[in-house]
């Protein structure tokens, strides 16, 4: 019992040492522009110096530590679960606490510096286009109800997304009735619907195969199940387009090679893509993420996979729609008339092919300025002129 009165007698005079101490504080920096809804615990218990240093400081605002570091000495369990985490969110991975919560008070949830819908949309604005038929949610801006903001187990960072959407919609009978043909437990609900929202009721998915639109399912559904020479029978011009050194012929896939890709029913795009191409070719190409993870600069263009790579074949490395100077230049017009020499006439002598501009940069992301495989200042140059 006496432990006890000792234990709490130090705990009321910690408490009252730590508010003495803020009350200093305070003096300069008034409550009402601290305290504002809901308050950081630290604050609220007065206990200041856990952040900041009273006279001086090599970080802004005196912090004791970077800012991030000094979030994890509390947030210990977050700061470990981050570690092993598939995808990391950008703000969290390039440790920016601070674009979305407030250090000290906050009128949003969570600390958040806006309501999360706007805050969320502030770096996602393809959603703010206006859609007809909107999902929940996502008209209430509740986007965390869906997605988890910091890490995830999937590249959509959606929670559970095996059964998130049973989560809501749960009436196994009338999901049956509409889902005749699907099987509920290996249902891709995202497949056809758009989980934001659509032009189309029950947020179908704006474009459709004309078969299906059509309700002429035995087009493609006959005996013996749908394999891809049922969609080159009608798409009879996409079966050349693979006939190219480097080509997309997924001899791997089981069954139809060509839903690896594209949705047969509806689409968010005329070409049916599955999903935004990002995200598709990071399904199999998982390096590209984790070197982008990794890599202190990035093309600006690197998520529109498509832009410069062809979706079935090439001729040229990488499937790229040109050389990699064609490809380049559509965008950087300038280049190569008054840089590095390149082209067919100029060789690199290690491989004895022509330079281009993929030979010195790689879009996908490096530690290096302009995206160059090494530093421009030595490194790189010697690679090739070895005599200097």
Request: with cysteine; charged share 25%; glycine share 6%.
């Amino acid at each position: 019992m006496i432990l006890r009165c000792f234990v709490f007698l130090v705990f009321v005079l910690a408490s009252f040492s730590n508010l003495a101490a803020a009350s200093n504080c305070f003096k300069c920096h008034h409550k009402k522009e601290i305290f504002k809804g809901k308050v950081h615990e630290p604050v609220a218990s007065g206990k200041c110096y856990r952040c900041h240093l009273p006279h001086v400081s090599r970080y802004k605002g005196l912090l004791k530590e970077r800012a991030d570091r000094l979030c994890f000495e509390c947030h210990v369990r977050f700061g470990k679960e981050l570690k092993k985490a598939a995808f990391v969110h950008t703000p969290v991975e390039k440790k920016a606490c601070l674009r979305c919560h407030l250090p000290h008070s906050s009128t949003h949830k969570a600390l958040l510096v806006k309501d999360e819908k706007e805050l969320c949309l502030s770096c996602h604005g393809e959603l703010k286009k206006k859609m007809v038929f909107v999902h929940k949610p996502f008209r209430d801006g509740k986007c965390t109800v869906c997605h988890d903001p910091h890490f995830s187990r999937n590249m959509v960072f959606v929670k559970n997304m095996d059964r998130i959407c049973f989560k809501c919609h749960g009436n196994r009978v009338k999901l049956k009735a509409s889902h005749r043909y699907g099987d509920l437990k290996r249902m891709n609900c995202v497949g056809c619907h758009n989980p934001h929202g659509s032009g189309k009721r029950f947020l179908i998915k704006d474009f459709s195969h004309k078969p299906f639109a059509e309700k002429k399912c035995n087009l493609c559904h006959k005996k013996g199940g749908v394999s891809s020479s049922v969609c080159v029978s009608c798409h009879k011009g996409v079966e050349k387009s693979f006939n190219h050194l480097h080509n997309h012929q997924l001899g791997r896939v089981r069954g139809n090679s060509c839903l690896a890709c594209h949705n047969p029913h509806v689409g968010a795009d005329k070409n049916l893509l599955a999903d935004i191409p990002m995200r598709m070719c990071q399904s199999c190409h998982p390096e590209t993420y984790k070197q982008k993870r990794e890599s202190l600069y990035v093309h600006p263009e690197w998520s529109n996979c498509i832009n410069c790579h062809a979706g079935h074949g090439s001729d040229h490395p990488a499937m790229l729609k040109g050389d990699g100077n064609a490809v380049c230049v559509r965008c950087h017009k300038t280049q190569g008339k008054f840089t590095h020499p390149v082209g067919k006439e100029v060789l690199d002598p290690r491989n004895g092919q022509p330079i281009t501009c993929v030979t010195c940069h790689d879009t996908m992301g490096t530690n290096f300025k302009y995206n160059l495989r090494l530093s421009g200042e030595a490194a790189l140059c010697i690679e090739c002129h070895k005599n200097y």
